[in-house]
């Protein structure tokens, strides 16, 4: 019906344009052979395999014919996603009943179903983002996303290395190491469990707003100050976790 409704209503953009109309007759033959392949004597396998390629071939059409006219969608345009996206479903509905037979294909089909379900949610951002025309600054579809990203690789490099290899890291092992050490002379020594458990129990309460600036005082705002509030969220909750499983 949608893949109808999309025919009827032709062109998919405003004037044409981005789709000339061997592209807006693939899209809609694409859609209509999808519609049409449960109605087979196939089995689920292929009918699978068929409406796989039938929804992607034409979300990816949709998406290519679109870019670069935002905010030109028509009523066809979303009538033929919602049809590519519903032989999307059907077809992750098959994949979800079908048994392989071996663990390896049993394992890519339990993989291969919410795979096609995170791709489809990426494929509606897309799509609805550039076919309603949708300022890039206020939602940017997840192609320009991709794009920034591969095109900032150096600085996100420098960041992780700042970030996880010198601050987590090395915050990380400092404070559960000393909480660790501190739990085992905590559970010796009455007195010390008795001190430092409260103390505890308070530090792990607090937020890391609170401690942050502390930090970036005493240490400044290079990254041993990350790594202290690192040290100070694993410390305390290493050190009252593992005086309750001492004493158990």
């Known amino acids: 019906l949608l893949a109808a409704v999309a025919g009827v ?11 000339g109309g061997t592209a807006s007759g693939v899209i809609l033959l694409l859609l209509i052979a999808a519609a049409a392949v449960d109605g ?13 390629v039938a929804a992607h071939a034409a979300a990816w059409l949709l998406i290519a014919g679109i870019a670069g006219q935002e905010g030109s969608a028509r009523l ?4 033929a996603l ?4 519903l032989a999307a479903w059907r077809c992750a509905s098959l994949l979800s009943t079908m048994r392989a037979g071996s663990r390896l294909a049993d394992a890519v089909l339990r993989i291969l179903v919410p795979a096609i379900f995170g791709a489809w949610i990426l494929i509606l951002w897309e799509a609805i983002v550039r076919g309603a025309g949708i300022p890039f600054i206020l939602l940017p579809p997840p192609a320009a996303v991709g794009q920034r990203i591969m095109g900032s690789l150096p600085v996100l490099g420098a960041d992780v290395r700042q970030t996880i290899l010198k601050s987590v890291l090395a915050g990380y092992v400092i404070g559960c190491g000393a909480g660790f050490a501190t739990a085992i002379l905590a559970d010796r020594v009455g007195f010390l469990r008795k ?4 103390i505890g ?4 309460a607090l937020p890391i707003i609170g401690v942050a600036p502390i930090m970036v005082m005493w240490f400044g705002f290079d990254w041993p100050s990350k790594a202290a509030v690192v040290v100070i969220m694993t410390f305390f909750p290493m ?4 005086v309750a499983g001492l004493t158990a």
């Open 40 to 52: 087979l004597r196939l089995g689920d396998r292929t009918k699978a395999a068929l409406l796989f």
């Open 82 to 85: 919602a049809a590519a996206w």
């Open 76 to 79: 066809s345009f979303y009538c």
């Open 201 to 204: 129990n308070m530090v792990s």
């Open 239 to 242: 050190l009252v976790n593992t």
């Open 195 to 198: 001190g430092l458990l409260p």
């Open 9 to 19: 209503t032709m062109p998919l953009t405003a004037g044409g344009a981005g789709f």
